[in-house]
């Protein structure tokens, strides 16, 4: 069964400063599929990123950057210098290959991210 | 412009009645799906639908009852059986097989007394 463990309930931080995310997942295919999602106050999710399991290399957009490390199953969120509008609650989300894709995501508990001014 | 809409935003119904939940797309996408999210938790999937005509339970779907007449559209009917309705409820597509990040609408946020 696909399980997705966002440890983090909630994290406060000052503005400009860096914050980690984390998030573990289990699934028995090699086939899968790893998302970060975000949710502003106004409740829509916004999709952020998609990797697949056989691309292990990092990825960086503007102050937004994952590592994805198959070892230990982690595929962690960084925000250098964040921003009061960073502030949200990220969910990180698993899909494996079984039904082509198509038949849902296994969300995490989600992280609720404060920064204050 | 192109998306997917879910009205109304805030619904209010008496214990023991039914009440369907809208989602409409203009994106032409194959696959629609149901969520639940509950304070503090994650998003659980009701029932997804992967063609016209045909759709799916996903882990919680006791309660809960939907249909797929046309693509664009999938509503979803809380039902009085669902033992504790008052939730945020997203609906979401995504282009069918072989595509796998999902567009979520705005929510419905579902209060029963």
């Known amino acids: 069964a696909q399980k997705v463990t966002q440890a983090q309930t909630e994290i406060s931080v000052v503005e400009k400063e860096d914050v980690t995310l984390d998030c573990v997942y289990e699934?028995?295919?090699?086939?899968?599929?790893l998302f970060w999602y975000k949710q502003p106050p106004s409740g829509e999710l916004v999709f952020l990123i998609r990797?697949?399991?056989?691309?292990?290399q990092n990825e960086i957009s503007g102050r937004y950057s994952w590592n994805f490390q198959k070892s230990t199953s982690s595929f962690n969120f960084t925000i250098t210098a964040s921003q009061v509008v960073d502030s949200a609650v990220y969910f990180c989300a698993l899909s494996d290959d079984s039904g082509g894709g198509a038949d849902g995501l296994t969300f995490g508990k989600g992280t609720h991210l404060i920064i204050q001014p | 412009d192109g998306g997917i809409t879910q009205s109304p935003k805030y619904l209010f119904r008496k214990e023991g009645q039914n009440v369907t939940l809208s989602c409409e797309q203009n994106?032409?996408?194959?696959?629609m799906y149901w969520y639940r999210q509950d304070p503090g938790q994650g998003l659980r999937l009701i029932y997804y639908?992967?063609?016209?005509?045909?759709?799916q339970k996903g882990d919680i779907a006791e309660g809960y009852s939907v249909s797929r007449e046309k693509k664009e559209s999938f509503p979803l009917t809380v039902t009085s059986a669902q033992k504790n309705p008052t939730a945020f409820y997203l609906c979401?597509?995504?282009?069918?097989?072989?595509?796998?990040?999902?567009?979520f609408g705005p929510g419905t946020r579902l209060t029963v007394t």
């Open positions: 994106l032409n996408h194959d696959a």
């Open positions: 990797r697949n399991s056989f691309d292990e």
């Open positions: 979401a597509s995504t282009p069918g097989t072989g595509y796998y990040e999902q567009y």
């Open positions: 699934t028995r295919d090699t086939t899968y599929y």
């Open positions: 639908s992967q063609i016209v005509n045909d759709f």
